[in-house]
């Protein structure tokens, strides 16, 4: 694995933890040639990857020195494009909480559109007022 491991002080020789990784650290990491991102809280290092992302390189570059988790999942990847993403991993994302993560995607959905019903009868409550003003004008 290329997983960078770090010891801790005082744990036994065979424990390690990841590595943790600030934000603002994976913020720097955001050209071309220095290409990180976030998943799921987990870094991965993409710069040698992105000339080989069936995708192209340029969707990975919108996210390099961000989260991408929403963009991962909304595709829809693969198992085996998830076991391609583990090669890359360089640690973990320090302070990441799984379950405020999961509770900040519902907030962030609802307040994305989509609309339901309401969002096809306003639209033709609009035309429809817009029409009968022309013909009462």
Same mark, same amino acid.
Request: aromatic share 6%; charged share 25%.
């Given at each position: 694995?290329?997983?960078?491991?770090?010891?801790?002080?005082?744990?036994?020789?065979?424990?390690?933890?990841?590595?943790?990784?600030?934000?603002?650290?994976?913020?720097?990491?955001?050209?071309?040639?220095?290409?990180?991102?976030?998943?799921?809280?987990?870094?991965?290092?993409?710069?040698?990857?992105? $000339?080989?992302?069936? +995708? #192209?390189?340029? @969707? %990975?570059?919108?996210?390099?020195?961000?989260?991408?988790?929403?963009?991962?999942?909304?595709?829809?990847?693969?198992?085996?494009?998830?076991?391609?993403?583990?090669?890359?991993?360089?640690?973990?994302?320090?302070?990441?909480?799984?379950?405020?993560?999961?509770?900040?995607?519902?907030?962030? $959905?609802?307040?994305? +559109? #989509?609309?339901? @019903? %309401?969002?096809?009868?306003?639209?033709?409550?609009?035309?429809?007022?817009?029409?009968?003003?022309?013909?009462?004008?």
């Amino acid at each position: 694995s290329s997983t960078l491991r770090v010891r801790h002080k005082g744990s036994p020789p065979h424990v390690t933890m990841a590595k943790m990784i600030t934000e603002e650290e994976v913020a720097k990491h955001a050209s071309k040639t220095d290409a990180w991102f976030s998943i799921h809280g987990v870094v991965y290092d993409i710069s040698n990857y992105l $000339e080989d992302h069936p +995708g #192209g390189e340029e @969707v %990975m570059l919108d996210r390099a020195g961000q989260d991408a988790t929403t963009d991962f999942e909304d595709v829809g990847h693969s198992d085996e494009a998830r076991k391609e993403l583990a090669k890359f991993e360089v640690g973990k994302l320090e302070g990441y909480d799984p379950a405020k993560a999961a509770a900040a995607k519902p907030a962030k $959905e609802a307040s994305g +559109g #989509g609309g339901g @019903v %309401m969002g096809v009868l306003v639209p033709i409550a609009l035309v429809g007022a817009a029409i009968a003003y022309r013909f009462l004008m």
